[in-house]
């Protein structure tokens, strides 16, 4: 009982379930239950003296009765699946050259990722097949129009690759860029050009002259020509320049080149029978063989778009190999991507007047890439 006091000392506060009376037994053996035989002393009573000391060996551990079942422990509840990968990157069973591909593939996938665009089911080649050069076929695309009108949108769509920047601000391309497109025996090249817009006098305005220089001096070096404008503006807010850089482009038939007129941004406009208003006010422009009614970014009436410049391609060497994505390009990507976000996050005249470099394009021996690039600005540029 000595022990028994000890133990309700120690534990004062009330339990929500009593302890079991095995737990007592086994742990504090003063002395046996009176109604269990088996637990006897081995010395009466009589001999030990109420002032001896006591001694516990005298009694035998009481062990557990047949009828209670012990519980039994739960099992790991992780996913050995898991748990196998851990132990398979702890163990290092798998080959530093393994590792090495494996980052090296990561890298390019998370950059693939970055600049690529979803791409319709049907529209992916299941195999790379292998065209012949006397096979092949080529086609030039030139995209002009006015300063966001959608040129870069619809070029990364029909390309299914960010190769162009893309910003709510106009003037966002400051060069000519190139897009590739290959499809079975045709390869299509588009190239997007700066926004270009017109003076009442018909001229291009002086200080967009060195920007849009290249896109004037090309025109005529396609074999299709592309004059897209924002749909949606031209019914709330038509402009006149606009409309005489349409005019001008679809004023007389190119004897060689074939031009198209494309309203592009028709998933703003909510009523759809005002796009055959403005179908019908450029109908009388001998200059245009056809008119789409696209959607740049949604993709809508790309596909027609697409399928026209498919049947216009002629028989020609490719100029670009389909399968390869060189290094110039992926670096020429980055500074498109770095320069979107740039004009996305820094306002008014201060992304135009910011000088973009790539410093340092390195591989590392883990397979990623380290890409270093420089933002010049002269404040003194400004203003």
């Given at each position: 009982?000595?022990?028994?006091?000890?133990?309700?000392?120690?534990?004062?506060?009330?339990?929500?379930?009593?302890?079991?009376?095995?737990?007592?037994?086994?742990?504090?053996?003063?002395?046996?239950?009176?109604?269990?035989?088996?637990?006897?002393?081995?010395?009466?009573?009589?001999?030990?003296?109420?002032?001896?000391?006591?001694?516990?060996t005298h009694y035998d551990i009481p062990t557990i009765s047949s009828d209670s079942?012990?519980?039994?422990?739960?099992?790991?509840?992780?996913?050995?699946?898991?748990?196998?990968?851990?132990?398979?990157?702890?163990d290092q069973k798998k080959k530093p050259d393994d590792l090495i591909f494996k980052?090296?593939?990561?890298?390019?996938?998370?950059?693939?990722?970055?600049?690529?665009?979803?791409?319709?089911?049907?529209?992916?080649?299941?195999?790379?097949?292998?065209?012949?050069?006397?096979?092949?076929?080529?086609?030039?695309?030139?995209?002009?129009?006015?300063?966001?009108?959608?040129?870069?949108?619809?070029?990364?769509?029909?390309?299914?690759?960010?190769?162009?920047?893309?910003?709510?601000?106009?003037?966002?391309?400051?060069?000519?860029?190139?897009?590739?497109?290959?499809?079975?025996?045709?390869?299509?090249?588009?190239?997007?050009?700066?926004?270009?817009?017109?003076?009442?006098?018909?001229?291009?305005?002086?200080?967009?002259?060195?920007?849009?220089?290249?896109?004037?001096?090309?025109?005529?070096l396609y074999d299709v020509l592309i004059v897209i404008f924002d749909v949606h503006?031209?019914?709330?807010?038509?402009?006149?320049?606009?409309?005489?850089?349409?005019?001008?482009?679809?004023?007389?038939?190119?004897?060689?080149?074939?031009?198209?007129?494309?309203?592009?941004?028709?998933?703003?406009?909510?009523?759809?029978?005002?796009?055959?208003?403005?179908?019908?006010?450029?109908?009388?422009?001998?200059?245009?063989?056809?008119?789409?009614?696209?959607?740049?970014?949604?993709?809508?009436?790309?596909?027609?778009?697409?399928?026209?410049?498919?049947?216009?391609?002629?028989?020609?060497?490719?100029?670009?190999?389909?399968?390869?994505?060189?290094?110039?390009?992926?670096?020429?990507?980055?500074?498109?991507?770095?320069?979107?976000?740039?004009?996305?996050?820094?306002?008014?005249?201060?992304?135009?007047?910011?000088?973009?470099?790539?410093?340092?394009?390195?591989?590392?021996?883990?397979?990623?890439?380290?890409?270093?690039?420089?933002?010049?600005?002269?404040?003194?540029?400004?203003?």
């Open positions: 009982m000595k022990a028994l006091r000890a133990l309700r000392t120690l534990s004062s506060k009330p339990r929500k379930t009593p302890l079991n009376p095995t737990f007592f037994h086994r742990f504090y053996a003063a002395q046996p239950q009176e109604d269990d035989s088996s637990h006897t002393p081995s010395l009466s009573d009589s001999e030990n003296g109420s002032d001896s000391v006591f001694n516990s079942k012990p519980k039994i422990p739960q099992k790991p509840t992780w996913n050995t699946k898991y748990r196998s990968k851990a132990d398979e990157l702890i980052n090296s593939s990561l890298a390019k996938k998370l950059l693939e990722a970055a600049v690529c665009l979803p791409s319709d089911d049907e529209d992916e080649e299941d195999e790379e097949e292998v065209v012949k050069e006397e096979d092949q076929k080529a086609l030039s695309v030139g995209i002009i129009g006015a300063p966001n009108a959608g040129k870069s949108a619809l070029t990364n769509y029909m390309v299914g690759t960010k190769v162009a920047a893309v910003s709510r601000k106009t003037n966002t391309t400051t060069h000519e860029v190139l897009g590739v497109m290959t499809k079975g025996d045709t390869q299509i090249c588009f190239f997007d050009t700066p926004g270009i817009t017109l003076s009442n006098r018909g001229c291009p305005y002086k200080d967009f002259k060195v920007r849009v220089e290249s896109a004037w001096s090309s025109v005529n503006r031209h019914l709330t807010r038509p402009d006149a320049r606009v409309i005489g850089l349409i005019k001008r482009m679809g004023a007389e038939s190119h004897p060689i080149q074939k031009r198209v007129l494309c309203m592009n941004k028709i998933d703003l406009v909510e009523k759809k029978k005002d796009l055959l208003t403005v179908a019908e006010q450029f109908k009388d422009h001998p200059g245009y063989e056809r008119h789409f009614m696209i959607s740049g970014l949604m993709g809508s009436g790309v596909k027609d778009l697409t399928q026209y410049l498919m049947d216009q391609a002629v028989k020609g060497s490719w100029e670009e190999d389909p399968f390869i994505m060189t290094e110039e390009v992926m670096k020429n990507i980055s500074l498109e991507v770095v320069r979107e976000r740039l004009l996305d996050h820094v306002h008014q005249e201060i992304p135009y007047g910011i000088e973009h470099r790539l410093m340092d394009w390195k591989e590392l021996r883990d397979g990623s890439l380290r890409i270093e690039q420089h933002l010049c600005w002269n404040p003194t540029s400004v203003g």
